[in-house]
């Protein structure tokens, strides 16, 4: 099965996640394929459905409450970000689903020396004790969007303005502070991307962004 594969590049959280429902009513009317979306956003902190704005202590940060699952998380520069729009064939099985983007990102860490593995109690992706990624979804029409945050480069002084996922900043890490270098972050997207077409079971062909709409993106 072909799925689409998009690299958006840098975009503002809010133009992304219009084109996140765009995308799901597309889908959901069989007008694209599934589709996986990579980029990266500006500093934005969003709340999931269990989020509390007393969650985010910076009123400078921009805040967003969306409808994905968990509560509180940081989106910045350096971090890899993946939105999943796919069509739910048989069941809504999203703790499969939640499994299969954790054996992504464990996988794509671990071509780049980062021994990340699951935790058993929190979801998401941990090294050490420590959370490097981050998987929060919603399902509308039996279609998934929102996805997940992987810190490659990401700078964490961040997520001490927040209370990631329940938990004190500090218990966030990213490949570059366990690696004690900078990632080639084009190099894990593009293996993140293969990854997830193994996990999957899709062959990606590459869209370029203009093949969305153009309406939200020029915005």
Same mark, same amino acid.
């Given at each position: 099965m072909?799925?689409?594969?998009?690299? *958006?590049?840098? *975009?503002?959280? @809010?133009?992304?996640w219009n084109l996140q429902k765009?995308?799901?009513?597309?889908?959901?009317?069989?007008?694209?394929? %599934? =589709?996986?979306?990579l980029l990266e956003h500006p500093h934005v902190a969003t709340l999931g459905r269990r989020g509390k704005r007393t969650d985010v202590f910076d009123s400078t940060l921009p805040v967003f409450e969306v409808e994905r699952g968990g509560e509180a =998380?940081?989106?910045?520069? @350096? &971090?890899l970000v993946g939105y999943l729009i796919l069509k739910m064939k048989d069941r809504l099985d999203v703790r499969k689903l939640v499994t299969d983007i954790e054996e992504v990102l464990i996988r794509s860490s671990r071509a780049f020396d980062v021994p990340a593995t699951r935790n058993e109690v929190q979801r998401g992706v941990w090294v050490h004790g420590r959370k490097l990624g981050s998987i929060g979804l919603a399902v509308h029409d039996q279609v998934t969007y929102h996805g997940f945050a992987h810190n490659v480069n990401t700078d964490l002084s961040y997520f001490d303005r927040i209370r990631p996922c329940g938990n004190e900043g500090r218990i966030m890490t990213s490949m570059e502070r366990e690696l @004690?270098?900078?990632? /080639?972050?084009? @190099? !894990?997207? %593009? +293996?993140?991307?293969? %990854?997830?077409? /193994?996990? !999957? &079971?899709?062959?990606?062909? +590459?869209?370029? +962004?203009? +093949?969305?709409?153009?309406?939200?993106?020029a915005h």
């Open positions: 072909t799925a689409w594969l998009v690299d *958006i590049g840098f *975009i503002e959280y @809010g133009v992304a765009t995308l799901v009513q597309r889908r959901a009317a069989d007008a694209i394929p %599934d =589709t996986l979306l =998380t940081y989106h910045g520069p @350096g &971090q @004690g270098a900078r990632v /080639d972050f084009a @190099g !894990f997207r %593009d +293996r993140v991307a293969r %990854d997830f077409a /193994d996990v !999957f &079971q899709l062959e990606l062909e +590459r869209i370029p +962004r203009e +093949r969305m709409d153009p309406r939200i993106l």
